[in-house]
């Protein structure tokens, strides 16, 4: 991930959010903790960085080291749906038109949603709300020149 290079956050110890969604996708896989722990480059969950979980995170998402088992229809229950790659290039690209840099963007996280660092966005559900606010932002900015 090439946001990571700039991301001082990416060295910090994996926040909970992160395990829990690795955890819930490995499941969804039918992966089980030696799978997952063979997966991470300690062989520990509990030794990983945010930017470790992170990438990990895109690579159960993208499908790689899963079964061939297909899933499909909409998450069941209390499902946990990750972040997909594509949200999250949407959101880097959102972040480049609006002009800002790292630290702008994880200051508006945190005072507007209320989410500590760019890495704990890990839920479908997270990405999409950030999505959303920026494009507010975006909008309101059009519509503030037009």
Do not use: C
Request: hydrophobic residues 40%; proline residues 4%.
């Amino acid at each position: 991930m090439g946001h990571q290079a700039n991301n001082p956050t990416a060295v910090l110890p994996a926040t909970s959010e992160q395990k829990r969604a690795i955890f819930a996708a490995a499941k969804a896989r039918k992966l089980d903790i030696d799978d997952i722990r063979a997966m991470t480059p300690a062989g520990s969950i509990s030794e990983l960085t945010r930017g470790q979980a992170a990438v990990m995170l895109d690579r159960l998402n993208a499908g790689q080291d899963r079964p061939a088992r297909k899933r499909r229809g909409k998450a069941k229950g209390n499902a946990v749906r990750l972040i997909s790659p594509k949200q999250r290039d949407y959101i880097a690209d959102l972040v480049t038109v609006l002009g800002w840099s790292f630290e702008k963007y994880a200051g508006w996280l945190a005072k507007s949603l209320h989410i500590e660092s760019p890495d704990q966005v890990a839920t479908s559900k997270d990405a999409y709300v950030v999505i959303e606010g920026l494009k507010a932002i975006a909008n309101r900015r059009k519509e503030a020149v037009a």
